[in-house]
């Protein structure tokens, strides 16, 4: 009878056991490949939650409901800084980054104040200013990557 409660919870454990591993948080990044690899991921992510904002609000979508996207975005943009250390030039990344990183802080800076501001206006169900916000937001993404991206 014990042996079969000791396999019985031995079986049960292994499935808890793979779920809080897939829970845990990536390793953070060491190498410029896995910086360029984190790099690449959380931007294809924000670029999906960006349209997916902008399709929920287009489609006339509860505004408030987009609070964990929102909440997703303004994640992305405080991390985004701390995915270009010095040395970490993999991908498509200019040198201007590292050259003049009071530009790209400040860059760095709108994003992350406009990802906040979008809060605030779904929050109130205020369509239009949801949207003037998300084109600030945008537009906060395309002037970076004017400055810091190579093509």
């Known amino acids: ?16 056991a793979a779920a809080a591993q897939n829970d845990a948080a990536p390793a953070a990044p060491t190498t410029p490949e896995e910086f360029h690899h ?4 959380r931007m294809g992510e924000g670029r999906r939650t960006l349209g997916a904002l902008k399709q929920a609000a287009d489609s006339g979508g ?7 996207r929102i909440e997703s975005l303004i994640a992305w943009s405080d991390e985004l800084p701390a995915l270009f250390p ?10 201007e980054i ?3 990183p009071a530009g790209f802080a400040a860059a760095a800076q709108r994003f992350q104040s406009a990802t906040r ?3 605030a206006p779904a929050a109130a169900g ?11 937001v945008r537009a906060s993404c395309g002037g970076c990557h004017e400055g810091y991206k190579a093509d």
């Open 126 to 136: 205020d369509r239009p200013a949801f949207l003037t916000a998300w084109t600030a």
């Open 98 to 100: 590292w050259s003049n």
């Open 38 to 41: 984190a790099r690449e991921t």
């Open 62 to 68: 509860d505004l408030a409901a987009l609070t964990p």
């Open 1 to 16: 009878m014990r042996q079969v409660l000791l396999l019985t919870a031995a079986l049960a454990a292994i499935p808890l």
């Open 117 to 119: 501001a979008l809060a």
């Open 86 to 95: 010095e040395g970490s030039a993999a991908g498509h990344v200019r040198p």
